[in-house]
């Protein structure tokens, strides 16, 4: 069979595509908007064995939303953290919102497990490195200023856990208009 | 070895069960009166006292524990 092809650059075809020809159907096109980024490194180091918990000292504040309608992204990368010898052991790491200066709220899970983290059987070994990366989309329905910090905890006071031996950690957050 | 993980390592030793924060490194006797205890929480985050509760935790039997690293 014969095929033809078109260079719609020469052609100027304009107009819509109908999904029965393999388009969209739609009319217009109103992409996502990157509103705002900002983004902050912290090399400071935090050591615990605290089962609460406590701060990495990351810190990211986002200014003045658009919008109410508008998300939040935020990644964060840790720096490389160390455990001490601390069989059957977890570190969980998660976000603390602070919308207006109205308190912190925790955004990870509601056991209060975070969104990641490290998990170290009964197998003998000697000291371990660890990282934790996560991305989570917050919608904070609010103008305000928006404070997200990064926090972490162990789940037994028996643990130790260095956030910050070595490197730097980053936190970015991008705000997405609806 | 990194001073940061002698500091946990000697905790450890003197008593595996006490809660901390510590921000940096531990050195001197001024860096450990410097540590946080955690004494509760707040809203699932640590609350934190200066005033060391935990009677086998002095700076001398931390340091000593540390030389030995």
């Known amino acids: 069979m014969a095929i033809s092809k078109i260079d719609i650059s020469k052609a100027g075809i304009t107009g819509t595509l109908a999904a029965a020809n393999g388009g969209t159907g739609a009319t217009s096109f109103s992409p ?16 615990t064995s605290s089962t609460t918990f406590v701060t990495t000292g990351l810190s990211v504040t986002v200014p003045s939303l658009t919008a ?12 490389t953290c160390y455990e001490d010898n601390s069989p059957n052991s977890y570190v969980y790491c998660t976000l603390y919102a602070n919308i207006g200066s109205a308190g912190d709220t925790d955004l990870g899970a509601s056991s209060s497990k975070g969104f990641s983290g490290w998990y170290e059987s009964g197998v003998a070994y000697g000291d371990l490195g ?6 989570f989309l ?7 200023d928006v404070v997200y910090t990064v926090y972490f905890r162990t789940n037994t006071s028996s643990a130790s856990y260095v956030w910050g031996l070595e490197g730097q950690g980053t936190i970015t957050a991008m705000e997405i208009l609806a | ?9 000697a905790l450890r030793t003197l008593k595996s069960n006490a809660e901390y924060v510590i921000t940096g490194s531990v050195v001197t006797e001024e860096d450990f009166n410097n540590i ?3 004494t509760g929480e ?18 001398a039997a931390v340091k000593a524990e540390m030389d030995k690293l």
């Open chain 2, 36 to 38: 946080g205890w955690v």
């Open chain 1, 138 to 144: 917050h919608s904070p329905s609010s103008t305000a």
């Open chain 1, 130 to 135: 660890w990282n934790a990366s996560f991305n």
């Open chain 1, 32 to 47: 996502g908007k990157i509103g705002q980024v900002v983004s902050t490194t912290n090399s400071s180091s935090v050591s």
């Open chain 1, 68 to 79: 109410t309608s508008s998300k939040v992204l935020i990644q964060v990368d840790s720096p």
């Open chain 2, 1 to 9: 070895m990194d001073q940061k993980i002698k500091i946990i390592k």
């Open chain 2, 42 to 59: 707040s809203n699932g985050i640590a609350i934190t006292t200066k005033t060391n509760p935990h009677s086998e935790i002095t700076w």
